[in-house]
Nanobody, 124 residues
Framework: QLQLVESGGGLVQPGGSLRLSCAASRFTLGDYAIGWFRQAPGKEREGVSWISRSGGWTNYADSVKGRFGISRDNAKNTVYLQMNNLKPEDTAIYYC?????????????????WGQGTQVTVSS
């Protein structure tokens, strides 16, 4: 069974940074577009960013544009989400997901495989 594992979450003060990783086992991550989603308590899961299969195209939600950066290292079978200037409203569980397509989307239903999530808490 295909597995995605997120890591890198934690507690950080406002203005701080974290880098999340999404690692794949039992399949080649480079065959998939990858998206990052997040879900805050009491809210719907929302798209944060995606990166195309080749890494040549990326997209970001307006709420994180200019602060987050998505990248991939297919040799390491890993996708990263660099999060800078974090705000309390970024607090959520962050999930990565794989989509069998050339590019990603911000729609949950378009993704085939999901990780278990990693908690990010931004608080002073």
């Amino acid at each position: 069974q295909l597995q995605l594992v997120e890591s890198g979450g934690g507690l950080v003060q406002p203005g701080g940074s974290l880098r999340l990783s999404c690692a794949a086992s039992r399949f080649t991550l480079g065959d998939y577009a990858i998206g990052w989603f997040r879900q805050a308590p009491g809210k719907e899961r929302e798209g944060v960013s995606w990166i195309s299969r080749s890494g040549g195209w990326t997209n970001y939600a307006d709420s994180v544009k200019g602060r987050f950066g998505i990248s991939r290292d297919n040799a390491k079978n890993t996708v990263y989400l660099q999060m800078n200037n974090l705000k309390p409203e970024d607090t959520a569980i962050y999930y990565c997901a794989a989509r069998a397509g050339l590019t990603g989307t911000m729609r949950r239903a378009d993704y085939n495989y999901w990780g278990q999530g990693t908690q990010v808490t931004v608080s002073s």
